[in-house]
């Protein structure tokens, strides 16, 4: 793990534009600045997907300001957590880092009504992470 005394989590997809922005929009709403939060995608869109924007307000998790970002190896290096979700080999290995690959299906041009299940899986995987980092940090 980093030496930083935050964890950091670094969240990709392939255009930064929905499952990672989402992803990182619950874990800042939920974790406050306990955990620090990044987000990339390997061909990242010029914009958040308005339906994954809508779907996070309906929950009180505002992310319309949020903007793809390109993933790079800087990004990935200052990460503890990397979890990917359908970039496939975009993203690179770095050791002493802990991968986890999230199979979630992608909200691209799916309306507000298809993607609020895809944002409660998020949730429910992202409370799960803040669990499993306080309890390996002794929180």
Known sequence: MSSSPLASVLFVCVHNAGRSQMAAGFLSHLAGDRIE??????????????????????????????????LT???????????????GDACPIFPGKKYLDWALE???GKGVEAVRPIRDEIRT????????IDAERGV
């Open 73 to 87: 190896t800087e990004a990935v290096q200052a990460s503890d957590y990397v979890i990917t979700m359908g970039c």
């Open 37 to 70: 939060v990044r987000s990339a995608g390997s061909v990242p869109g010029d914009q958040v997907n308005p339906s994954a924007v809508e779907a996070m307000r309906e929950v009180g998790v505002d992310i319309a300001d949020a903007e793809p970002k390109i």
């Open 125 to 132: 995987r992202i409370e799960a992470l803040i669990a499993e």
């Open 106 to 108: 992608d909200p691209a």
